[in-house]
């Protein structure tokens, strides 16, 4: 139980802030051989306010995986948080928030773009739940999260 609260507590704190949508930097970890690997919070929707449906977050992380590896150099990885409010995105190095929100920005206007049949790894043998995604909602929210990063 103590080393159960003891790597809790090394869990980044996730801003509650319901300012959303927003790019922001969460922290950097240093690995024993000196790499450094920066974390940023893409919030989409307002916590404990609005969340995604899953669907729609399944067919973000399937598109914005593809997308932020294309734009970010140093990209480990994007990841859905569980409350469904947004994604986690690791890279390697300390690349600029600016830098960053221009990937995202890209990625979503890409999403929009995107035709059902060139969404990455969504058939049956290469996605684990493959009858569960929503393009549709993807390219709404990615209009709503555009509009929103851009009028403030
Ligand atoms: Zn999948």
């Not at 990937?103 to 739940?129: D, H, M, Q, Y």
Request: proline fraction near 7%; charged fraction near 25%.
């Amino acid at each position: 139980m103590a080393i159960m609260e003891e790597t809790l507590t090394k869990e980044p704190v996730v801003p509650q802030t319901p300012h959303a949508p927003r790019i922001a930097m969460l922290g950097i970890s240093k690995g024993p051989g000196g790499d450094i690997v920066s974390r940023f919070l893409f919030r989409m929707v307002r916590p404990n306010r609005e969340c995604l449906p899953p669907a729609v977050m399944h067919t973000f992380e399937h598109l914005l995986t593809a997308y932020m590896r294309d734009a970010v150099d140093g990209f480990i990885d994007i990841s859905p948080m569980g409350c469904r409010t947004g994604f986690i995105l690791t890279v390697w190095g300390e690349p600029a928030e600016s830098d960053i929100k221009k990937a995202l920005v890209n990625s979503l206007k890409r999403t929009i773009s995107t035709e059902w049949g060139k969404i990455p790894g969504v058939s049956e043998f290469e996605c684990s739940n493959y009858r569960d995604h929503s393009l549709y909602g993807a390219k709404k929210y990615s209009l709503q999260i555009l509009e929103g990063l851009f009028n403030k």
